[in-house]
Nanobody
């Protein structure tokens, strides 16, 4: 299994970036895929998920600004990030799996991770 992220970089507040994650070695089309992030000095944060049927879910912190999508023909998942804020600065990881409801909260289960791509939002 391989997950290779790309598209990170330095962008000014209010700007946009599009992250890509190229996947191989598993049945991509039947897998839920997530984007997570880790800001400096903070824990891992689930950002967004796209299911095998194409439905999507977002963290409240990015809802309305980020859009997750997938291209099953290319085995690739994307994260379009608009109206970026300094607090979006983090290493962004692509992962197989995501969150499921668990006793009023969420359980996070990931099978594999990519190496991550740095996103820095700064003027």
């Amino acid at each position: 299994v391989q997950l290779v992220e790309s598209g990170g970089g330095l962008v000014q507040p209010g700007g946009s970036l599009r992250l890509s994650c190229a996947a191989s070695g598993f049945t991509f089309s039947s897998s839920a895929m997530s984007w997570t992030r880790q800001a400096p000095g903070k824990g891992l944060e689930w950002v967004s998920e796209i299911y095998s049927n194409g439905s999507t879910d977002y963290a409240d912190s990015v809802k309305g600004r980020f859009t997750i999508s997938r291209d099953n023909a290319k085995n690739t998942v994307y994260l379009q990030m608009n109206s970026l804020k300094p607090e979006d600065t983090a290493v962004y990881y692509c992962a197989i799996g995501g969150r499921t409801p668990n006793w009023g909260g969420w359980r996070y289960e990931y099978d594999y991770w990519g190496q991550g791509t740095q996103v820095t939002v700064s003027s």
